[in-house]
């Protein structure tokens, strides 16, 4: 079938229309969603094995992330380059700043406004843990979904064939962006993928670990200055994200720095964990090892 003859589109040069995505790009795309689901049951093991928090803030996180970090940040992004740096919008050190801003802002203050409106539920390290695991999780939700929509587009691509896949184009401009999608996809390398899988993973720790770090404050029990901290922490992980988005870093550069600000997280959380929470962790189990001794035994009831 000659799709260019019947349909009369012009097709750009460089195009080779027998071309199909790597298969070791594909393998690394599903590798990364494998990973990421492995490290969303490891964090939630841990954390419900440690701080036995209620299903209910799980659900709260969930509403958090969808909430601030993804509906609320994109919409004031928009509106903030629709209206007052609607001129700068092709000045990239702009963009990649106040989407960074942005990003890191709206998401933050949520937290921290959530812990405030559930005060009364919110008393244990328990509870905002797992609110924590609920905003984790979302993300890492997210990024499976992202993964599992590009190995079916990529699969498919490799099955159905670039010019039965154009042959739908109903105009030269839909044909035109239809390729370019197409090719954008048979691009990627295989390295691209597994530093999403990366990135996703270390965000995911940041979720978990930042949170020990947000409720010491929110009790007193440390300075304000680490809410400080943990804003500069997400800005530089954003900041980073946004500038590989827009081919200013490298994804190398990103993962790189995401993992040295993760670890940096994380090392000051095991530490705000130890000296306040550890003891939170012990006693639930206490708690949980009276219930069971507390619990009569019906060992001899077959011998009544």
Excluded at 106 to 135: C, Q
Excluded at 265 to 275: C, E, Q
């Amino acid at each position: 079938m000659n799709i260019f003859k019947e349909l009369q589109y012009e097709l750009p040069s460089g195009y080779d229309l027998s071309a199909q995505v790597p298969r070791n790009t594909i393998m690394a795309a599903i590798i990364s969603l494998i990973a990421i689901l492995a490290m969303a049951i490891i964090l939630s093991v841990l954390v419900r094995k440690r701080q036995k928090g209620s299903g209910f803030g799980i659900i709260v996180g969930v509403a958090l992330y969808m909430i601030f970090f993804y509906f609320a940040s994109n919409s004031i992004a928009n509106i903030i380059f629709g209206t007052v740096l609607k001129n700068y919008i092709e000045v990239k050190a702009v963009l990649v700043t106040v989407i960074a801003l942005v990003t890191t802002l709206v998401p933050m203050f949520g937290r921290l406004l959530v812990m405030k409106m559930m005060a009364k539920n919110m008393n244990k390290a328990a509870d905002a843990f797992t609110v924590g695991m609920g905003i984790m999780l979302t993300e890492g939700f997210l990024y499976v979904v992202d993964l599992f929509m590009v190995i079916v587009s990529c699969n498919t691509i490799n099955k159905t064939g670039i010019e039965t896949l154009l042959s739908s184009a109903e105009s030269q401009e839909e044909f035109t962006q239809t390729l370019e999608s197409i090719f954008e996809m048979i691009n990627y390398r295989a390295s691209d993928f597994l530093y999403i899988g990366i990135a996703a993973m270390a965000l995911m720790v940041f979720h978990v670990a930042v949170t020990a770090i947000l409720f010491a404050v929110y009790q007193n029990k440390e300075s304000k200055g680490w809410y400080v901290f943990s804003f500069a922490a997400y800005f530089v992980i954003q900041l980073f994200n946004s500038m590989a988005n827009y081919e200013v870093v490298s994804s190398l550069t990103k993962v790189l720095v995401t993992i040295a600000v993760v670890v940096i997280v994380t090392f000051f959380a095991l530490r705000i964990y130890k000296i306040y929470y550890k003891k939170e962790e012990f006693g639930e189990q206490k708690k949980a090892e009276a219930a069971k001794k507390k619990m009569p035994k019906f060992d001899n009831l077959s011998k009544l």
